[in-house]
Every structure is written in C-alpha cells, then in structure tokens.
C-alpha cells in the first residue's frame, strides 16, 4: 500500500482531495498511488484517493453527505456517524469541527460542495494546484508535484538556504515546489462545483482566563486527548526525556495505559541532568516498560549526510535523522504504533517577551516589574529595551528590515525578541549573490502580504512560533511513519492549543516561573520534583561528537552539489567554514537546514515514478 514520486521515494501514507465533477475522474488517474483507496462522492465520482492505516481515517456518510477525519480525532464511529447526520448543508460542517478533539484533517463533500481543512497548528497542512484548470488539494506537496510534473522552485529554495531555521511563518510555507500553494492554516479550501474559494474558519480566541482557569483546561483537554485515542492496534509508546514537556504527557498517558512503552536515549553530556529526572520518574511509573537506549547504540549526530530525510519539503532539523529512523525502527519492534512527544511543549509553554508590549499599555506598574526582572535574568538593557517597546514597527516593516539586513552581521544573543518576528535572520556566508538576492526578492513580496496572526501581539508571537516550528514536525512525523509508527503531538491539537491562547499572557509568560501554566497544569499528576525543575537538557557534546566524526563525508558530499550546480552555494566557503572552530551553534544550525536543501533537491531532480489507483 505504497506509492513512490521523486526518484522513487517511498510514500508509506498520503491522500488527494477531488471536487465533485467530471473532470475528477481524469484527475483521479494522475494520483501516484500504487493499490490505492478511493472513497466516493454522493454522486460515485472519486472523492479521497490515498494510502493510508485504517485506523488514520474514519469516515460517515448520510443522504448525499459524506464526512472524513484523517489523523488523531478521540471520537468513536457512532459518534461521528451521529455528527454526519447532523449536516443538511456546508456551513453545518463548522459546528462539528467545533466538537472535534485532536489534530486531524476534515473533509466534507455535501450536493456538490466539498470542504477541505488542515488543522489551526499548522501540523496538519493542506497543499493546493490546479489541473487542466481544476484545483485539486493534498496532504503532501510531493503528490501534487508528480500528479503535475512540477520542478523546483529555485527562489522559494534559496530563501530557505539564506533564512534557515530562523525563517518564521508564513515565509517557511512557502512550497519548493513550482505551481504548488499552501493553505492558510485558518482557512479552508471550497469547491462549489466548478469554482473554489478559500474561505476563513478560524479566528484567535478571546484572552479572557486567569492562570489558574487556564491550567484546568489545559490539564483536561491535554487528559481527554490522550485517555480517548490509544492505539487500535499495538501499543502505546511514549518519550521519556526528564524534561517537564514529555514527562507530563507519559504520567498522562499511563493513567489509562497500563503497558504503555516508554522511552528515552542516553545522553553524551556528563553535565545534562535529563537522566536524573527521568529516572526518578521511572521509579513511578512502575506499571509501563521502560526502553533507554545508550550513546554506543545510537547513530551519531550528522551521520548518513547523504541520506534524504524525505521528498516532500526540505527539512530544516536534519542532524538527527538517522538516530530518529533508527529509534522509530526500535520503537515498532516493540510493538508501537503510535508514539507520544513532547514536540510543542517549548512553543505554548514558554511565550515570547512580545507579551510586554500590550501589558505596557494595559497595565504599566505591572509591565515594569516584569520588565526590571527580565532585564536582570537576561542582562537586557532596560533603556534600548523600553525603547523597542515604544517602538515595535509592523509586521511589514519586519519582514523588510529582514531582507535588508539579510547580510549583516548577527545582532547580540542578549536582544530581546519583542516585535513581530522570531528574532533577526542572516544568511550564512556559502549562499551565493545569486542565492541572497532571491531571498530578498521574497521576503520583500512577503512583507507587502503577510498579515499579523492576531491583533495582540503576545498571541501573534505564540502562533507565529508554533507554525514556524511545525513546518519540520509534520515531516519528523512521516519519518516516524515510514517505520509504521504514529507520531502523537499531543500539545499541537487544536484544542489545547486554544486553552493556551486564551490564558492572559502575563501571567504564564513572566520571568518569575518555569512553564508555570503547564507545571500547574500537572499539579498532582506528575511529581512535585519534576515539576519544580528549573534546568533544561544540554546536548552539545551529542552534536560536536557527530560532527568531528562526520565531517569528512559532510564535506565530500558537497564535493559533487547539486544545490552548487545551481549557483546558490559556494563549496569552497562553505569547507572553510566548517573547519575552523565554532564559537557557538549558529554554523552548526545553518549546516542542518543545508543538509535538508541539498538532499531534498537531489531528490526532487531525480526521475518520477507514478502509477494510477486501482480500482475497488
């Protein structure tokens, strides 16, 4: 039940929506899906062509209605049968997405309308083209570009060269794929027969919950998620790492998994602390297994260089991804099939400092205090600091001063991030002239385009961060699921990311806590040593091991680049930069993000190898 597009890369899940026409039989054709699913229109045209496990996708027909979830949604086949029943017409839809838990697409299809939506994270992102002037959408940009031929798009790459990991949304959206578009997160697509519209579904909710208030939400949603979605099959494995974010949801998860699997690798840090935490929560977590893998086990760090990490979109958290394939493999031997991460913690825990602005102008006294304590923690100069505050420029205004200062030097690690953005990007020295100017060109397109994600600028921030960072999430996950194993984010479902965002900034971002809405959260549930962490996990010696130990074949892949044979890098600097010392990660940083570009490009280059759906 796989396919294969660019080159013969192994698709092991992923699904086309097609409207509800004629012309949907012609397309249907083009899906690069071998023994592919196909689920019908009222009307017995195609409707969802795809690969996927079963237990990924439930789905409900009534009358001329049929609904589909695909992903993580807790409901059970009669509940979503009854919430079928329910639509007479499209707009019916928004109250059952309203009841929904989890992370997971929806697809309705009602008299001809279909409805097509991803999820609020960004996790869950809808890929858009047109055939033969018909508009057709999908789960991963790859499908789209073999049922269309698409190249690359050689701008959208050297913006990603040039901006790296610090490239924020909605500029990191942006398909390397010619011709192929990405869904706004709080939109959907609409096919009314011929036409299609995207039409907006999702608006930031009111900030209107105390900490307190916040904290018993998100401990009871973060619970149901995780009590009514175990595995239909295998068992329930989970990351174990020490940190608060992953030790939250495994004491979550084993109140109603009495098997559950967790897991965690060594560490090669002798200063990283993970290993104490996690072991004083083995102690009571006493009913699960307990898998931990040492350092001699484990790929290193930037091992395999040449290996793709996958077809769809580059990848920008590369150094790892052997040791990941290598983990997902062990994981499925155990019997896992889905596996639980802490990925999101950092984003809805930890806010930016941009909360200070509008608490400036609400609540001053308050906002000095806050802003005094920051300025002594982390060294910021209280007088250029409140001067940025006066002065947060716009959204557009940033993603302009991003292009112009693309080359500059890099500003002091101790500036606060206060403004619309995630903090200063600049490119690394081996993208070429020819590679920075179209990152400029872009950048520049996108500040006269891109608008705020809410109109408060903490809540802007917390959104910006997380579809920012779940760009690379969604595609650790597929390698998850090459292994046929489920990567569960729990902390990315759409409605413990809203009971996040409705809790006041202030008072879960201040300078006082670590994560104290989560910490509250968990009162009770996971232990008060856990909770009352204060320290975080160093993994530098994981990665300056690897890269003493890879750098030579990192280097010799570069030798023969195909990122080089289009101009946008120069091998020789990038060689000189690699071989002197490096004062911090920033070198190392770029490096994974090149990785993820030239591998992917070698990829998509490479011959495409499609074949039709069989019929069922």
């Not at 302009?400 to 030097?409: H, K, S, V, Y």
Request: net charge neutral; charged share 20%; proline share 6%.
């Amino acid at each position: 039940m796989e396919g294969t597009v660019g080159g013969g890369a192994k698709l092991s899940a992923g699904f086309v929506v097609l409207p509800d026409t004629a012309v949907g039989r012609e397309i249907r054709e083009l899906v690069p899906f071998t023994n592919a699913t196909v689920l019908l229109h009222a009307s017995g045209r195609p409707w969802l062509v795809g690969v996927w496990p079963r237990e990924h996708v439930m789905t409900a027909s009534a009358g001329p209605v049929r609904l589909a979830v695909i992903g993580q949604c807790p409901v059970s086949a009669e509940q979503f049968e009854g919430l079928a029943t329910r639509i007479t017409r499209l707009s019916d839809v928004d109250q059952v997405v309203a009841s929904l838990l989890g992370s997971c697409y929806v697809v309705a299809s009602v008299d001809g309308q279909v409805r097509f939506q991803g999820s609020v994270s960004g996790l869950r992102r809808v890929f858009h083209t047109r055939i033969n002037g018909v508009a057709v959408a999908a789960d991963r940009a790859d499908v789209l570009a073999a049922m269309t031929g698409a190249g690359v798009d050689e701008e959208t790459l050297a913006m990603r060269l040039a901006c790296g990991v610090q490239l924020p949304y909605p500029a990191n959206a942006r398909s390397t794929w010619s011709g192929i578009s990405t869904l706004a997160p709080e939109n959907y697509l609409l096919w009314n027969h011929d036409r299609t519209q995207q039409v907006r579904w999702w608006h930031p909710p009111e900030l209107d919950r105390s900490l307190r208030e916040g904290a018993v939400a998100v401990r009871d949603t973060l619970a149901t998620v995780l009590h009514r979605r175990p595995p239909d099959k295998g068992r329930l494995s989970a990351d174990l790492s020490g940190g608060i974010d992953s030790t939250s949801l495994c004491f979550l998860a084993a109140r109603h998994t009495p098997y559950l699997l967790t897991f965690r690798w060594g560490e090669a840090e002798s200063g990283n602390d993970d290993a104490a935490y996690a072991d004083h929560a083995l102690q009571l977590l006493d009913r699960a297994e307990h898998l931990v893998i040492p350092q001699s086990e484990l790929p290193e760090i930037f091992a395999d260089p040449d290996v793709p990490a996958c077809g769809d979109e580059p990848l920008a958290l590369t150094r790892a991804t052997a040791r990941i394939r290598h983990n997902a493999r062990l994981l499925a031997r155990h019997g896992s099939r889905r596996h639980v991460a802490g990925h999101g913690g950092d984003e809805l825990f930890s806010p930016m400092h941009g909360y200070l602005y509008p608490l400036l102008r609400r609540h001053p006294l308050t906002a000095l205090g806050h802003l005094r304590a920051h300025c002594a923690l982390r060294r910021w100069s209280l007088w250029s600091t409140l001067a940025e505050l006066a002065h947060p420029g716009t959204f557009a205004t940033w993603w302009r001063t991003q292009a112009d200062q693309l080359t500059e030097p890099r500003p002091s690690l101790r500036r606060p991030v206060l403004g619309w953005g995630l903090g200063s990007m600049r490119a690394p020295s081996w993208v070429t002239a020819k590679g920075i100017e179209s990152a400029r060109e872009i950048l520049r397109c996108t500040a006269e385009h891109a608008q705020p994600l809410a109109e408060d600028l903490a809540m802007h921030q917390m959104l910006l961060l997380v579809r920012s960072n779940t760009a690379d999430y969604r595609l650790l996950a597929q390698m998850y699921g090459e292994s046929g194993v489920e990567l569960d984010m729990p902390y990315l479902d759409d409605r413990v990311l809203e009971a996040t965002l409705r809790v006041l900034p202030h008072e879960h971002a201040g300078p006082w806590r670590y994560k104290p809405l989560l910490v509250d959260a968990m009162h009770g549930i996971v232990p008060d040593r856990i909770l009352g962490r204060s320290t975080k996990g160093e993994f530098g010696e994981d990665i300056r091991r690897g890269m003493r130990r890879n750098l030579s074949a990192i280097l010799e892949m570069f030798a023969d680049s195909a990122l080089a044979d289009r101009g946008l890098i120069d091998p020789g600097e990038l060689r000189a930069q690699l071989s002197v010392p490096q004062p911090d990660n920033t070198t190392t940083q770029a490096l994974e993000n090149l990785l993820g570009c030239e591998t992917w490009l070698r990829t998509a280059t490479s011959h495409s190898i499609g074949t039709a759906p069989s019929e069922i």
